[in-house]
Nanobody, 122 residues
Framework: QVQLVESGGGLVQAGDSLRLSCAAS????????MGWFRQAPGKERRFVAI????????IYADSVKGRFTVSRDNAKNTVDLQMNTLKPEDTAVYYC???????????????WGQGIQVTVSS
């Protein structure tokens, strides 16, 4: 089992920045690809960014490329999502997830955090 706890969400204005953090506990952190996903009201959960086991590779959704940066600290068992130039369409519940495969597919992630709300006002 892996337990994931997100923090850092909140209400910001368009153009602002926000940093989400996810703390992992349980099994060996470096065994897992880590991902950030988000779900807006009435929409399905979608991938935002993933980072490989060592942190050497990343994939971003087109909608956040150039604005968001995912990073991980394997010594601290944490994964962060730095979000810059936020837009109202970034409003969603953001989830941290852990999976065994380097994939953006939501269904391939076995462990999920409880989610954290990010609201961007125009």
């Amino acid at each position: 089992q892996v337990q994931l706890v997100e923090s850092g969400g909140g209400l910001v204005q368009a153009g602002d920045s926000l940093r989400l953090s996810c703390a992992a506990s349980g099994r060996t952190f470096t065994n897992y690809v880590m991902g950030w996903f988000r779900q807006a009201p009435g929409k399905e959960r979608r991938f935002v960014a993933i980072i490989s086991w060592s942190g050497g590779n990343r994939i971003y959704a087109d909608s956040v490329k150039g604005r968001f940066t995912v990073s991980r600290d394997n010594a601290k068992n944490t994964v962060d999502l730095q979000m810059n130039t936020l837009k109202p369409e970034d409003t969603a519940v953001y989830y941290c997830a852990a999976g065994a495969k380097y994939t953006v597919l939501v269904g391939e992630y076995s462990y999920w955090g409880q989610g954290i709300q990010v609201t961007v006002s125009s």
